[in-house]
C-alpha cells in the first residue's frame, strides 16, 4: 500500500505564492566570484590555483582532498585574485579561492559536450560525477559519488529523487521540475544503472500540481521510474521522512538510507548528474529562490555558484520601499541560517535567500516561558526523539546522556519541535549549540 505521509511533522505556513509561478531568469554576475573550500560535508578541497592564474569557466580550481571531499570548479573565466580567508553564510572565515570574474564566461575545453552514455561502465558514470563536484545541493552538502557507491549496491531498492521541497518559501525545485522533468527522469535512470535491483521514485509534495504533471508526463513509457505524490507536510523532505513514505521502513537511529535498502538524493542533485554524465557539464550553477515578504520582486534565478547573496538581492529588485526588514536567511524560515551580511557568497549546497519583515525568533523571545511539559514537541519529532528531555541535558550541559541515551546527534535540527512549542522555547538552537559543542570534543 502506498504511503503519502510520515510521522509526525507540523504544518507552518508554506509562503510558496511569492515566488512558486515565477519561471527561471538567468541572472549573470556582476562582481568578483568566491569559491570556499569547504562548500561540502568532508575535508575541504585542495586549492591547485594561485594567485595570478588564469582560469576559465568549468576549470578546477581546487580537487576533492580525501574520500569524503568535493572538486571545486571555476563558474566565470577570469584571473586568480587571491586565495585567503573571506566571511561565509556560516559565520566564520574560512579559505576561499577568489576569481576575478573578466565577464565574458570563456568555457574550458570539452565543458558542454555531448557523451554516449550508453557506453559508460558504472565505474565511469561515478567518476564522471566526482569530476563534476557534485554535492546534496538541498543543503546536505554530502559528495554524491560517495553516496551512490554503497557497500552492496544490489541491496538497494529505491533510488528516490527527492522533489517534496518542504522548507517554507522555497521554489526553485518545483520550477526545476517543471521545466527540466524530461533531463531530471534521464539523470533517474543514470543512477539507477548503478543499482540493478532498484526502481527508481520521484517524491513530490501535493502543493506542487504542476511539477506533479510535468513529471508524470516524463515518465510515460517507463518501466522503472515513477512519481509518488505526497501529503504536503514539514519536513516532507527530510531523508528518513521520505525513507519512511517511500520504503515503508522506519530507519531506525544510527542507521544509514542504504542500510534501509535506500538512496535519496535532492531533485537539483540529479539534475545535476544529467549535466554532469550527459552533457559534461560540472557544477557551475544552481536554481535560487529570493523570496518572501521583504523582496521586491520575488523570483527563481539561476545563479553562478560564487555569486554574492546581495547581487541576487539586486537581481530581485531590491527590498521594497518603506518598509523595516527584521530577518534575512540563507534558505527558510524553519531551517534557515540567519544572515549578518549579504556580502557571502551563494555555495553549491545555498538555494534561497528569504527577506522577512518581522522576525519570528526575536518575537517568540517575548513570549518565553518555562516549559509546559505538554509533551508536543515529541508528538511533531520526525525521528520519534525526546525534544523535552535532550533540552533538560543540553541546559545541563549533561552531553553524555545527550548523545548516549536521548540520541541527540541524530536531531536533523528541521526546528519543528521549536515551531509547535507554546511555551516558545529555542529547542532547535539549544541542539545545534550542544551538537556543536559535542562535535568539537570529539574532534579534540
Do not use: W
Not at 513530490?204 to 500540481?209: L, Q
Not at 522555547?425 to 570529539?442: N, T, V, Y
Amino acid at each position: 500500500m502506498l504511503r503519502n505521509t510520515f510521522r509526525g511533522g507540523v504544518h507552518p505556513d508554506d509562503g510558496k505564492k511569492f515566488a512558486r509561478d515565477v519561471s527561471y531568469q538567468t541572472y549573470i554576475p556582476k562582481g568578483d566570484l568566491i569559491f570556499p573550500l569547504n562548500q561540502h560535508i568532508g575535508k575541504p578541497a585542495r586549492p591547485i590555483v594561485q594567485k595570478g592564474d588564469p582560469v576559465l569557466a568549468g576549470q578546477l580550481l581546487a580537487e576533492a582532498d580525501g574520500f569524503v571531499s568535493a572538486n571545486i570548479v571555476s563558474s566565470c573565466s577570469g584571473r586568480v585574485k587571491a586565495v585567503e580567508n573571506r566571511k561565509t553564510v556560516a559565520g566564520p572565515s574560512v579559505s576561499c579561492i577568489v576569481v576575478e570574474n573578466d565577464g565574458n564566461y570563456t568555457l574550458a575545453d570539452g565543458i558542454g559536450q555531448d557523451t554516449d552514455t550508453d557506453s559508460l561502465s558504472g565505474q565511469e558514470i561515478l567518476d564522471r560525477i566526482k569530476a563534476a563536484g557534485i554535492i546534496g545541493l538541498g543543503g546536505a552538502g554530502f559528495p554524491t559519488h560517495v553516496k551512490l557507491a554503497p557497500r552492496n549496491p544490489e541491496d538497494i531498492e529505491y533510488v528516490i529523487a527527492n522533489g517534496a521541497e518542504c522548507e517554507p518559501y522555497i521554489t526553485c525545485d518545483d520550477q526545476l521540475m517543471r521545466t527540466k522533468a524530461g533531463e531530471i527522469v534521464e539523470g533517474l535512470k543514470i543512477m539507477l544503472r548503478l543499482f540493478p535491483k532498484a526502481e527508481g521514485v520521484i517524491i513530490i509534495e501535493e502543493n506542487k500540481p504542476e511539477a506533479i504533471a510535468a513529471m508524470e508526463q516524463a515518465c510515460t513509457g517507463e518501466e522503472k521510474v515513477r512519481v509518488q505524490a505526497v501529503h504536503t507536510k514539514y519536513p516532507q523532505g527530510g531523508e528518513r521522512s521520505v525513507i519512511s513514505v517511500v520504503a515503508g521502513k522506519h530507519l531506525k537511529l544510527g542507521m544509514l538510507p542504504a542500510d534501509a535498502g535506500c538512496v535519496v538524493d535532492n531533485m537539483a542533485t540529479v539534475h545535476a548528474i544529467y549535466r554532469a554524465v550527459c552533457k559534461s557539464e560540472p557544477v557551475m550553477e544552481r536554481g535560487f529562490t529570493v523570496s518572501g515578504d521583504g523582496v521586491h520582486n520575488p523570483c527563481n534565478l539561476m545563479v553562478r555558484i560564487g555569486t554574492s547573496f546581495s547581487e541576487v538581492l539586486e537581481a530581485a529588485g531590491g527590498l521594497k520601499e518603506g518598509i523595516k526588514v527584521e530577518k534575512l536567511l540563507c534558505g527558510g524560515p524553519m531551517m534557515g541560517i540567519a544572515l549578518a551580511s549579504l556580502d557571502v557568497p551563494i555555495c553549491k549546497n545555498n538555494n534561497a535567500l528569504t527577506v522577512l519583515c518581522t522576525d519570528p525568533v526575536a518575537e517568540a523571545e517575548k513570549l518565553q516561558t518555562a516549559c509546559l511539559r505538554c509533551g508536543r514537541c515529541n508528538q511533531v519529532c520526525p525521528l520519534g526523539l525526546t525534544p523535552q528531555m535532550m533540552a533538560v541535558a543540553a541546559e545541563k550541559k549533561n552531553y553524555e546522556r545527550y548523545e548516549k541515551k536521548l540520541y541527540g546527534l541524530e536531531c536533523i535540527a528541521c526546528g519543528s519541535c521549536t515551531y509547535i512549542c507554546p511555551a516558545k522555547r529555542p529547542l532547535m538552537q539549544l541542539f545545534k549549540q550542544a551538537k556543536a559543542e559535542i562535535m568539537a570534543a570529539k574532534r579534540k
